[in-house]
């Protein structure tokens, strides 16, 4: 009898097309995802053979010079909104509804507001982030982070929130007045509002 | 095709299940920032409910079914014809018969098709449970193995240069950064003493953790309860990573199974485990 499975494994140099047959459309997440541009061609290496070499500087001026920044210049929207975009894990999955809006899933990785126990360590605490204060430099260095984080630090596990349009322009801001209002259940001390005792 | 005693046995399951999850919810406050799972499981002790898949899978090993109307006794798992322990803990290997490299999945679907003359497709079309199923017979046969492994040594063998190129894709898999989000198994898995969520994250290019990880599956998840299988980990895996849908006995499964026995070689067999 002849074996009919999968097509018979005489293992590809090629990775990318055993990359490609390997997978099938599932919903939204389709083949195209798979294709890489140059940044994750970039990126695709174990992390001590990550060199920052001419072409990594590159990269990095070419990401910086595609931040878009908002176009009102007004970088601040309302925390609140923010808070939810930062708690909520879906969005852009094989199962995830495309019709409802994406999260930004911060939570996973960072620690936020100190009243939300189940953070990921991933990335930073970004507990009381407000601290560093609203001034120009602040805004437009944070919206850059949640834009496009590769144009700071070359291959940063952190998504690119902005250029790969995983979050609006309205949600960036909401995202931006979670971290920076000093309102906002980020910037509170760990124990809550002194108030309440 | 399921047996009569299984509404007795799913009841049974359900029933016992019930004074431990009472259990967890009153420790989840106490301990919310992690390591609750490991508390609940030292809670749960030897009763892991994939017990009842494990006598399963023994039995659809030895029953006859099929066009051929036979058993899968006669089923070559890489250490001789019907040779069952020990045989887990050395996949992914090379079978000559094939000419490739495979994992167990696959190998039981070549048996099941090659012996009991069986449909691969229709098998490889849903080679696992959906939430709120029972378990598949795939899933029951490799809980089975590989408690048939229990306590042995992971050594997946590296002797064939196809067995050694897939470990080489294995690790360039690993490392592939696409998708929108850019993930790729790395994002979670190259670092130690990280977690999502609540979540601890193994780092699977470190050998201890990776030993510990690999060992433990497959396992009964408790939050689905059902027992899942690696293959089904890998998939979900890219789910999460916002790839399309990874086909069950894939190369890129296969590679990453591949790299990740190697990588844990020496460590010890554990599974089934249990998991949140």
Known sequence: MVWI??????????????????????????????????????????????????????????RLNAVVFPKDGNFLGDWQRGAA????????????DPSIANGGNCYACHQ???TEVAYGTLGP???????????????RYTWTKLWDTHAFNLCSHMPRFGAQKILTEQQLKDVMAFLLDPNSSVNQPAEGPSSAH | MRRQSDDAMTLYRF???????WLLLMVVPALADEGIFDQYRDLMGDDNPAIFVIEEGEEFWVQSQGPSAATLEACDLGLGTGVTRGAYAQFP??????DRVMDIETRLLYCMETLQGRDREVIAAKPYSLRGDFGTELEALVTWLAAESEGMTIAPEQAHPK??????????????????HDFSCATCHEQSNKRIRLQQLPNLTEHTEVAEAYGSWPAYRMSQGLVRTMGWRLQDCFRQQRWPGLIFGSEVSIALQTYMAVNAAGGVMTAPGLKR
């Open chain 1, 5 to 62: 499975g999968v097509a018979p494994v005489a293992v590809s140099e090629d990775l990318a097309s055993v990359i490609h047959a390997s997978f099938s459309d599932s919903g939204q997440a389709t083949l195209m995802r798979l294709e890489q541009d140059p940044l994750q061609q970039r990126c695709s290496q174990p992390r001590d053979e990550r060199v920052d070499d001419d072409t990594a500087m590159a990269l990095r001026q070419e």
């Open chain 1, 85 to 96: 975009v930062a708690a909520s894990g879906r969005g852009l999955q094989s199962n995830d």
């Open chain 1, 112 to 114: 936020l507001a100190p």
């Open chain 1, 125 to 139: 605490s970004l507990t009381q982030y407000g601290l560093r204060g609203q001034s120009e430099a602040m805004l």
């Open chain 2, 15 to 21: 029933v016992m299940m019930i004074p431990r999850w």
């Open chain 2, 93 to 98: 290997r090379y079978f000559a018969d094939t």
């Open chain 2, 163 to 180: 067995e050694r190129a897939m470990y080489a894709m294995g690790e360039e898999i690993f490392f592939y950064r696409a998708g929108p």
